[in-house]
């Protein structure tokens, strides 16, 4: 039987689909560096954990559609320390915030709609677009530059009548691109101007470097119907595998259209959510810890790979991803390489190759993304894989 052409047009995830090969690797025994995943690996903090074991529930029940009335509470109490003021009813407690980024595109553009955003760009949101049947518009950036936002005309030469949004990720994934108070501002006047909506996914709003400013579309008075945030609990307090993100709008309409995908889903993650409202109230030194030690690998991980001959990477100030430019061919096929024929004292490297982050054919052919998520003498040693494979992989270009 025939499956859908949706699924059948729909890209493999850049971040997963090496994975056989990885996997064929290690039952060979050979030791894997993981780069090629945000799965953070930092302990989850006591609070949530705790919650797990203190669960007197004698039903594991359905939660409200839009989640518990607490854990929107705790969350508009964690937006207020960040001098936005959202009230429980501004915010819907999703299943990830995959689910929050999918019930946007739904509730706020038809098929046939368009989207503008930039590229490379988080590989998902592509796959959400294909479901909602929006076609994607996109802006390139580059990596000399840091993946900076493109010029305000740039963005108004896509806008067509069929427009309907524009798409941030900020800190971005997966340039590691943190966009400033200006660029934001620049934002602000395009959505205002030609009414559209402006979505800003802001799951990696802590982690910021170098003493910049985090400037968050929902800082913007005057935009209460166009500003869409979308935000989760799974990298803030490494917790990927409770599955609750959020969406947070002061557009009652776009509130009252998500409950409707809410309700045919039923319930978003139930053990989910009191670990979730369990972690709102760890001390702030939990999260102050972590972004230090993000930080810590971020300028490991940069400072051996700017090492490297011929690679280029650009500094990444938010979240805990860098892009980089390696001297080969194809950056897909060394990625493939280095998990099915390379290997160094039994060990090899696994990479995202950045080509699954564009939309446009043939770029980011000789990028990758890396997540810093492991400790720093592993990144250290991950990068010095990289050096020896890039000495002998047959398509470095020298």
């Known amino acids: 039987m025939k499956i859908s052409d949706r699924i059948t047009g729909m890209a493999s995830s850049p971040i997963r689909k090496l994975t056989p090969l990885a996997d064929r690797a290690k039952s060979k025994g050979v030791r894997i560096y993981h780069l090629n995943i945000g799965q953070p690996d930092i302990r989850t903090p006591d609070r ?30 964690y937006y207020a320390r ?86 941030i990720c900020n800190p971005n994934n997966p340039s590691g691109t943190l966009y400033d108070r200006k660029e934001m501002q620049m934002l602000a006047d395009i ?9 800003s996914d802001e ?61 045919a889903r039923l319930s978003p993650p139930l053990l989910g959510q009191i670990v979730a409202e369990a972690s709102c109230d760890e001390d702030q030194s939990y999260l102050d810890n972590v972004i230090s030690e993000y930080d810590s690998r971020r300028k490991v991980l940069v400072d051996a790979l700017s090492r490297i001959p011929g690679v280029t990477v650009s500094v990444p100030h938010g979240a805990f991803y860098a892009m980089a430019a390696l001297p080969v061919d194809d950056a897909e096929k060394f990625c493939a390489w280095c998990l099915s024929e390379f290997q160094y004292e039994g060990e090899s ?3 995202a190759p950045a080509n699954g982050f564009y939309i446009t054919p043939g770029l980011g052919r000789n990028e990758v ?30």
């Open 48 to 77: 949530g954990l705790a919650s797990l074991k203190k669960i007197d529930r004698q039903v594991l029940e359905y939660s409200p559609s839009e989640g518990f009335l607490s854990l929107r509470k705790k969350i508009s109490e």
């Open 203 to 263: 799951v990696y709003r802590e982690f910021v470097y170098d003493g910049m400013e985090y400037f968050s579309a929902g800082h913007f008075s005057g935009l209460d119907d166009n500003v869409v945030l979308i935000d989760s609990f799974s990298k803030r307090y490494s917790e990927c595998g409770i599955r609750v993100g959020a969406l947070i709008t002061r557009n009652r309409s776009v509130t009252q259209g998500v409950l409707k995908l809410c309700q």
């Open 369 to 398: 993304r890396m997540a810093y998520v492991l400790k720093s003498e592993d990144l250290k040693r991950a990068a010095f894989l990289i050096g020896k494979a890039l000495e002998s992989y047959p398509g470095t270009v020298r």
């Open 82 to 167: 960040y001098g936005m003021q959202f009230t429980p009813e501004d915010i819907t407690v999703t299943t990830g915030a995959s689910e929050a980024v999918l019930f946007a595109f739904l509730t706020c553009m038809d098929p046939g709609d368009e989207l503008i955003t930039t590229e490379p760009t988080y590989a998902n949101y592509l796959a959400f677009a294909d479901v909602a049947g929006v076609k994607v518009r996109t802006l390139k950036t580059h990596i000399d530059d840091g993946f900076a936002l493109p010029q305000v005309e740039h963005f108004e030469e896509l806008i067509t009548d069929r427009t309907k949004a524009i798409l």
């Open 349 to 351: 490297v696994m990479l």
């Open 191 to 199: 959505v205002r101007k030609h009414d559209l909506y402006l979505f």
